[in-house]
């Protein structure tokens, strides 16, 4: 007959028997652990943010044809302009996720309701390649149609904003001009080096005929894009009064930062375009 007292029993320090269960049960906890390995990495969202060049955008198959398709974006804001159709797509982006998009746009005719349609609307979804390109395809009617492509612009979109850049200087730049709106004359202001937006003759005719304009213009840090916004007031139609906000960059076409795209709206009408 087996005795107890001649058993031999080993007693464990109380710390050293919790140290053995914890490992236990790490060990076994691994053992339901996907055979695959490591959980994947999370999706990156896309980053749209940059210009988008003037000669290499285009919308196929909508009501017109557009051949110089350009693009500010930041933010969730996209702002596509054609200068030569007179049109001006005021974009929201709703959604990112990873190369995938969505976005809603207001699009105007010669900027807005004057000898031209009012504004339409309609929804997109496509592409982005960060650094790349942007592709999507417009879901409404008329210029609110078609599949669309913009192209990046790596070398203004990689040159830092900065007032020196835009400003207006006696001699040199002495004022921006440009048609926008439907004008039938280039509409001018000037930047002082405060950032400091003023409008010194818009008179053209068109949407924004007899507007007085006054704004402010301030570079984005760490970005190629400056944000605006501008006060229309004593227009010839006091619906197009208010506050005006959106986007603009310089681009290069000749001489250094001789080209001023400058695009802001306030969701009934739209003023965008080159201004040298």
Avoid at 34 to 54: E, F, S
Avoid at 57 to 72: C, F, H, P, Y
Avoid at 211 to 228: F, H
Wanted: negative net charge.
């Amino acid at each position: 007959m087996l005795r107890l007292n001649s058993m031999r029993l080993i007693h464990l320090p109380k710390i050293s028997v919790l140290l053995l269960l914890a490992f236990i049960t790490l060990a076994l906890s691994g053992c339901f652990l996907n055979d695959d390995g490591d959980d994947p990495a999370a999706v990156v969202d896309a980053d749209p943010t940059g210009y988008y060049i003037h000669t290499g955008g285009n919308v196929q198959g909508g009501s017109v044809a557009v051949n110089d398709l350009q693009a500010l974006v930041y933010d969730n804001r996209i702002m596509m302009i054609s200068v030569a159709q007179k049109l001006f797509y005021d974009g929201t982006i709703t959604n990112i996720s990873g190369n995938s998009f969505t976005a809603d746009f207001t699009i105007y005719e010669r900027g807005g309701d004057i000898n031209a349609a009012p504004p339409v609307t309609a929804t997109a979804t496509g592409a982005i390649t960060t650094g790349s390109s942007i592709t999507g395809t417009l879901n409404g009617s008329g210029v609110g149609s078609g599949i669309f492509t913009l192209l990046y612009d790596a070398t203004a979109s990689n040159t830092v904003a900065a007032l020196s850049r835009v400003e207006n200087v006696a001699g040199v730049n002495t004022s921006w001009e440009g048609k926008t709106g439907g004008s039938f004359a280039t509409q001018e202001f000037f930047i002082d080096s405060l950032g400091v937006l003023t409008e010194v003759d818009f008179t053209g005719g068109g949407v924004f005929s007899s507007c007085e304009l006054d704004g402010n213009i301030t570079p984005i840090s760490n970005n190629s894009l400056y944000s605006v916004s501008v006060e229309l007031t004593e227009c010839g139609s006091s619906t197009r009064n208010g506050t005006y906000t959106g986007l603009a960059t310089s681009r290069t076409d000749s001489t250094d930062d001789d080209t001023l795209v400058l695009a802001v709206s306030n969701g009934l009408y739209g003023m965008a375009g080159d201004f040298k």
